[in-house]
């Protein structure tokens, strides 16, 4: 067995495995194996991006589900790649020409596209190479691009497959529009935010006579474009104005007063004013009473020369301040109120997106009712399964998808036109003929991901062996964007669900609750924190504290206990080390001590734990799990116990123990190893169990050893695992963890051994006295069959009998313990008053959020068992 160096360094023992594993294509799926499938498809990232926190948990997950797989003897495929990423790309290849003083007109389409495709080969690579740092086990040899000649002929074969159903159509409708990005947005990526705004009361003068109506508004721009002020027909308020017109301000024209059912009669006066050309439900209404569509704000974002000439050119906002200052000068401004209400936001630039009547390319959803069902019936799970009810919602209502966008970098729409003719085809028709400028949605090509990547549309080994896929790990903000598109393209084009699972992970926010962001500075790089930390430190910090489907409160805490929690297995290991040479490998089932026992029972406990705990996709409950059986219960509890074993003259008994070190600790890394990839490697083979192991099970790679099962009742039965055992190491805790909260109490050292006499007409087990002993830095136990104690003499009642006295002699001074006692004794009684008071109090129960109910309540109940126990060291002390 080679020695493990004293310290783990990660950042050498990371590369060299990672580098390992690549060499000897451990990640590369066989089509051709016999083995059963497992795969999962990476949600892909931006082209543009770099890792991030979200990065580090959603890949985490897939890693750990990948890992896990191979472990129990299925062919993984974990398929990688990355998006295209229209809006975001093109916004990072616009931003480089204006810094050279350029537009992208000044290149045209053909060169703009061939600068971005010379910034993605440049740059586009960083975010998999990031991946491959967090220890990613994808198939590289398969990483897939949404722009890759073969993914675009399948993008386009599907937009001409759809149309020739006639389920693809152009129409002008009222979309989204990015005047940023000059493009048409879905719904899907319009981020509805809540801001403090304004609403203005307008005053519109009556025609041909003296009187005027009142109505508001929070884009007093758009009254540039108005044509009709809408009331409700049953507004009694307004009935004498039924049929009477009014006179624009600013624009000098008379607009008609019209009657619609869709006027909210509370909202402002409950006069409306309508501008089509700027407002979906004012387009609505428009249509209903033959209103014309005047123009107002053009495609960037500035006043049209229909918003007249003092107004051309502005831009919306600076044209919202002067609107403002002319009607105020006029006299037409009544007032200004505060007014919270939702802006939508483009997600792509983050500048408010305008209602802008175009010309745009639809898509009416195919396989609704198959997507539907699949849900419905448990053929696709959701985990958390609250998140099936959000689909079925949308899928119910579904809107025809706006799939056009006004770029030049993505798929453009194979459609084509020459004299008044129109074909749609995925080449060109021949000379003469222009294609649509328009470029697609980026989710209309990565809704094709989990096939297209595979070799769709011909019936490749890959697609036979792999799809559907099992798992899909995403984010509920995408539910719609993406996870149900690909449910309906799955169904459409290969006649089956594109994954079995889905699972929501939650938002990463910071430790206040803030969401992660630049601007506030909470928004840690994760290579800084491998760097600082490792790998698995950061993996492992991070899945702690991901319970199903919730967000996360991110605290670097969390990444350091996950460093603390590799050094403890690696120093674990090397305690193993210590005694290298000594075991005889295979267990005697004879030679077993209790504790060796115990152990053995609550590995099963573990992994039993585990496969529920994966079963249910809850990983903070499997990490929590593996928390608990390694720190608690095998290093403080087993290992200590084991001591007395191993510092003993029976060299049998201590082959033995080190014989079930081996095995628990062989399981433990098999355990850990998805969560742990890289020091669990490292510590397999330093720990010599690699070779061990035939090739393909753990010989070459830890990936492939098997995962851990259940002992069989057979074996249990050989081991004399019972569960008294259980109950007998459960009463010795709790004997030691009361000698350690006396010792804590009156603050004995812990290098300070503690004298305990044992009182009781019999003496217990001299072996079970050792790891007592041990366990409580206690010097040898004294048996006695009559003992007086000292006054105040702390005593143990243990389960099994008898008294522990533990005499204080010599490790506490009574009169100045009595003084720090009461002092303490004080503080605490002065917690309690604040808590109950806090408690008490109407104002505080009434608008707390139950879990900080909950949590004061804890509180209060921590603090009075605290003055319980001062209350009981005190009187024992006089």
């Not at 990672?18 to 294509?25: C, D, H, S, T, V």
């Not at 059963?36 to 892909?44: D, E, F, G, N, T």
């Not at 169904?491 to 089956?496: I, K, L, R, S, T």
Request: glycine letters at 6%.
């Amino acid at each position: 067995m080679p020695e493990i160096p004293k310290a783990y360094e990660p950042q050498a023992v990371e590369e060299k495995w990672y580098q390992y594993w690549l060499e000897r294509k451990c990640f590369v799926a066989d089509p051709h194996s016999r083995k059963p499938a497992y795969s999962i498809v990476i949600p892909p990232p931006n082209v543009t991006g770099m890792l991030t926190l979200g990065h580090v948990l959603n890949n985490t997950i897939q890693d750990i589900l990948a890992r896990r797989a191979r472990m129990k003897g299925q062919e993984v495929l974990w398929l990688p790649g990355t998006d295209h990423a229209g809006i975001a790309t093109q916004s990072v290849v616009e931003r480089e020409l204006r810094k050279e003083g350029l537009h992208r007109e000044d290149l045209g389409r053909e060169k703009f596209v061939e600068r971005v495709w010379a910034w993605k080969e440049k740059h586009g690579g960083i975010i998999i190479q990031q991946l491959k740092k967090l220890g990613a086990s994808c198939d590289w040899t398969r990483e897939r691009f949404t722009m890759d000649a073969e993914y675009s002929r399948c993008v386009a074969r599907v937009f001409v497959e759809l149309y020739t159903k006639g389920l693809i159509y152009r129409g002008k409708r009222m979309v989204n529009w990015d005047p940023a990005a000059r493009t048409a947005l879905s719904n899907e990526e319009v981020e509805m935010v809540e801001e403090q705004g304004h609403l203005w009361h307008l005053k519109y003068p009556l025609a041909g006579e003296d009187g005027f109506v009142i109505v508001a508004t929070t884009r007093p721009e758009t009254m540039l474009g108005d044509e009709a002020v809408a009331i409700h027909p049953r507004d009694n308020r307004y009935e004498m104005l039924h049929g009477k017109k009014v006179a624009l301000p600013l624009v000098n024209k008379l607009i008609p007063i019209i009657m619609d059912e869709a006027v909210d009669p509370k909202f402002g006066t409950g006069c409306v004013k309508v501008t089509p050309a700027h407002d979906p439900a004012d387009y609505e209404m428009a249509q209903r009473h033959h209103l014309p569509l005047t123009v107002v704000i053009a495609p960037d974002g500035s006043m049209t020369a229909a918003a007249g000439a003092d107004f051309h050119g502005l831009d919306r906002m600076a044209a919202r301040k002067a609107v403002v200052e002319k009607l105020e000068a006029l006299g037409l401004l009544v007032k200004v109120e505060k007014y919270t209400h939702r802006v939508g936001y483009s997600e792509r630039s983050h500048v408010p997106i305008e209602p802008y009547l175009s010309e745009q390319w639809f898509l009416r959803h195919p396989a609704v009712d198959k997507a539907v069902a699949a849900v419905e019936t448990g053929q696709i799970k959701f985990h958390p399964e609250r998140w099936s009810k959000t689909y079925l919602h949308w899928m119910v209502n579904i809107k025809d998808w706006c799939i056009s966008r006004q770029l030049w970098w993505g798929h453009r729409v194979p459609v084509w036109y020459k004299d008044g003719e129109t074909r749609c085809q995925i080449e060109s028709p021949g000379d003469g003929w222009q294609q649509d400028p328009d470029v697609l949605d980026t989710w209309f090509s990565s809704w094709l991901w989990p096939f297209a990547t595979m070799g769709w549309p011909e019936k490749t080994d890959c697609l036979q062996k792999f799809y559907p896929t099992t798992d899909l790990v995403t984010g509920p903000d995408i539910i719609f964007l993406w996870v149900a598109r690909m449910i309906m393209a799955g169904f459409e084009f290969m006649g089956a669900e594109p994954f079995r699972n889905v699972y929501f992970t939650g938002l990463i926010r910071d430790k206040q609750g803030r969401k992660m962001s630049k601007s506030l500075g909470n928004s840690p790089d994760p290579l800084d924190l491998i760097a600082k930390y490792g790998a698995d430190a950061l993996r492992f910090g991070v899945m702690r504290s991901a319970p199903l489907g919730q967000d996360i409160l991110y605290d670097e805490q969390q990444v350091e206990l996950g460093r603390n929690f590799c050094n403890k297995l690696w120093n674990a290991c090397r305690f193993r080390q210590l005694h290298a040479g000594e075991t005889q490998g295979e267990i005697d089932p004879r030679l077993l001590t209790i504790d060796d026992r115990w152990i053995l029972l609550r590995l099963d406990t573990a992994i039993r734990e585990l496969d529920a705990a994966f079963a249910e996709y809850k990983f903070s409950d499997a990490t929590a799990t593996l928390y608990r059986f390694f720190w608690s219960e095998y290093c403080d509890w087993y290992v200590e116990a084991a001591k007395a074993v191993l510092q003993g003259d029976d060299a049998a008994r201590r082959g033995n123990t080190l014989a079930v070190i081996d095995f628990v600790l062989s399981h433990v890394l098999r355990l850990f190893h998805p969560f742990l990839p890289f020091i669990t490697e490292e510590l397999w083979h330093g720990m010599g169990y690699a070779k061990d192991m035939p090739e393909g099970q753990g010989g070459q790679t830890i990936m492939f050893a098997p995962w851990p099962k259940p002992l069989e009742a057979d074996c249990k039965s050989l081991y004399g695992l019972l569960e008294a055992t259980l109950e007998t190491i459960a009463s010795r805790q709790k004997l030691v963890i009361e000698i350690r909260n006396i010792r804590a109490l009156y603050k004995i050292p812990a290098n300070k051994k503690l004298n305990i006499v044992y009182h009781a007409p019999a003496d217990i087990d001299p072996e079970e006295k050792r790891v007592i002993e041990l366990l409580a830095g206690a010097e040898p136990i004294v048996h006695r069959t009559a003992y007086e104690p000292a006054k105040g003499e702390p005593v143990v009642h243990p389960d099994f009998g008898g008294k522990f006295f533990i005499p204080l002699a010599g490790l506490v001074d009574a009169q100045a313990e009595k003084t720090r006692l009461a002092r303490e004794l004080q503080k605490v009684e002065a917690e309690i008053q604040k808590v109950e008071a806090k408690l008490a109090n109407p104002n505080f129960t009434g608008k707390a959020p139950p879990e900080v109910l909950r949590e004061h309540q804890q509180r209060l109940a921590d603090w009075q068992a605290k003055r319980a126990q001062l209350r009981a060291a005190l009187e024992e002390l006089d």
